[in-house]
Every structure is written in C-alpha cells, then in structure tokens.
C-alpha cells in the first residue's frame, strides 16, 4: 500500500505537466511510449506472442497511433498505417505458415491497434478546442472509480462480483466506486463552470460518473480475465505496487474512448 502510494504522489504531477502545461506533441511521445510498451507487455510478457518480429510490428504500430491522434487523426493516414501494418503481418505468416497462425495475428491487432487506439482517445481529446481543460475527465473518472471501488470495497465488501476472474472485487466496492466517480465528475464539473466560467451540464457531469464507473470496471475485468488464462499475476513491474501499463491503464483503456465519445455526442462543456 505505502509504495502505491508513493509512487501515485510521484506520478499524478507528471500526468498534470503532461496535460496542461507542456506542448501536447510531448505528451503525444509520452503516451506513445507507453502505448508500446503496453503493446509489449500484452504481448510477450503473457507469453502470448513468441514471434519477436510480430511483436516489434506491434510496438512501433501503437506507438505511430499516438503520433497518428497528435496530427489530426486523419483518416487516410491511418488506413495508410494499417494497410502497412496488415502486409507486414501476413507476409510474416505467409513466410512461415506452421508457425505463425492467424490467431498470432488477430493478438497483434489487438495489442497494436485497438488498445492504442482506445487509449490514444486522451491525445484526441487533448487535441480539441476545450481540450487543456476537459483532458483530466477520462482520468478522474477511471482513478476515482478504481480507489472508490478499492476503499469502499475494502470496508464493506461482502459480495464478490466476479469471483472467477477478479476474487476481489465486491458489489459494494462496485457501488462504492459509482459514487465516488460521480462526486468527483460534478466535482471537476463545478471547477469548469464556477471557477472557469464554462457553461456546463451538471446532469451530464453525473452521468459521465455512471457510465464512466460501470465501463471502467467492466475494463478492469477484461484484463484481469487475459492475467488469469495466462497464468500471470501483472503485465509488468515499472510502476511500483501498480505493476505495468496495461494494470495502471486497464479500465483507462475503456473510460478514455467513451469520454472522447461522449465529449462530441453529449458536451459537458459549451
């Protein structure tokens, strides 16, 4: 508990600076860097993926997707990416057909696509007009949500939620980590409207807390479920007492998407 605390006090003012202060395309390198070491880690670290090659493609492919959101997210660009990237695969597959199966390939798009692409929402967000002050949102709702989860859990947790994939998690924890999520968007939603004058959806605010908690630990347990098929206890170790990437970052992976969605469909912001 002490070293996830420490390393959390060291680490929220560098996600900060990232955020609001330095030059975006910083924090576009920033996350890129982690896109691919999450990448790595969902692919060599569970020992799904022994090909170093198709790994490689992997990596430097989530990497491009941050940069790909930094420069306007344009559509032929991307399709040029994954075209690119799709070659490279098969060609791999068609040099070696007995030991590269499509099934090695579907991983690679997975942890070289649709995770990036899901995670890099935060540099499109970013991107956006309002984006310096609505960028903290998928943040809030994914940590709040985990620490209101965990505490809460802790204290009052009697019913397990997912025994099988996550022993636990607890129904109470769950409810725990709702509430906390919606304090803290109406929270972040009353700095936005009374200290930076923003018209705001206060309404909207709590429902960002709703959804945001229920896809965040739906998040969570989509990684905890690989962890378990593939018989590790964390993707990594370079966040002490939080493990890897892809633990800190799991339920982010789907909060981050659905915030940028919500962000165009359903402004919390004018």
Partial sequence: MKTRIIAAAILVPILLLLTL????????????????????????????????????????????????????????????????????????MMMDHIKVHFEMLSMCYVGGVIIPYMLSSLIRILMTSTGRYVILLPFVVAFTNDAGAYFIGLKFGKHKLAPVVSPNKTVEGLLGGIATAMVSTFLYALILGIGLNFQVSYGM???????GSLTGTFGDLCFSIIKRQTGIKDYGNLIPGHGGVLDRFDSLAMVAPLMEALLLAMPLVR
């Fill in 21 to 92: 202060v330095v030059p975006e395309i910083f924090a576009a390198i920033v996350l890129g860097l982690l896109l691919a070491i999450a990448a790595f880690e969902l692919l060599y670290k569970t020992g799904l993926m022994v090909h170093p090659r198709l790994t490689v493609y992997s990596v430097v492919m989530a990497f491009a997707m941050s940069l790909w959101s930094y420069f306007g997210a344009v559509r032929a660009y991307f399709l040029l990416m994954l075209l690119i990237f799709t070659l490279l695969l098969f060609a791999e």
């Fill in 205 to 211: 605010a709590l429902f960002y807390g709703v959804i």
